[in-house]
């Protein structure tokens, strides 16, 4: 038997399909960014808070060169990015996964437009990319704090602490 194709895999959009999809997106139109390489607590949680702040969520998956570019380790990301993206389309919270291989998305926020920019409390707002333009465009920066003590990168040095002790 074959089976179809999950209809969360729709939700993935090359970049330059955006303007079409974009318009069938209702609005407010949230968008955020990141490599999101091994999904965790903290992820889905932002992801969710950040939904909440409008009608629809776009995400803006860092390219897997482009997480190379980040000096997170030469085997980072673990996650490629096609499986990045699809991991990141199955949630109930994101509207759309495309993607930027730039260093920052300054591009992609450009075209998109959204009308709330958010990120992680890494983050202040003066510091996240694109908030000037949104600001100016009337829209809101959202700065979201963590609520969970979790990273990919505590993920991975307790992983490789325990490799070879099973």
């Known amino acids: 038997m074959v089976y179809p194709s999950p209809s969360f895999e729709d939700k993935i959009c090359p970049p330059e399909q955006l303007a079409e ?20 607590r903290g992820h889905v949680t932002y992801l969710a808070q950040a939904r909440a702040l409008g009608a ?6 860092n390219t897997d060169a482009s997480v190379k570019r980040q000096g997170k380790g030469d085997d980072r990301p673990i996650n490629n990015e096609l ?11 994101v509207s759309l996964v495309t993607w930027f291989d730039a260093d920052t998305p300054a ?3 450009e075209l ?55």
Not at 56 to 61: A, E, N, P, W
Not at 123 to 135: A, P
Request: aromatic share 6%; net charge positive.
């Open 21 to 40: 999809r974009l318009a069938a997106l209702p609005r407010p139109l949230v968008f955020t960014n990141g490599c999101f390489d091994i999904l965790h």
């Open 56 to 61: 629809s969520l776009v995400l803006g998956l």
């Open 83 to 93: 499986n990045r993206a699809a991991v990141l389309a199955a949630l109930e919270s």
């Open 107 to 109: 591009e992609l926020i």
């Open 112 to 166: 998109i437009k959204p009308d709330v920019l958010v990120k992680g409390g890494d983050w202040t707002v003066d510091k996240i990319v694109g908030s000037g333009e949104t600001l100016a465009r009337g829209g809101q920066v959202h700065s979201i704090p963590f609520l969970f003590d979790t990273s990919t990168t505590k993920t991975l040095l307790k992983i490789r602490a325990n490799e070879g002790k099973a």
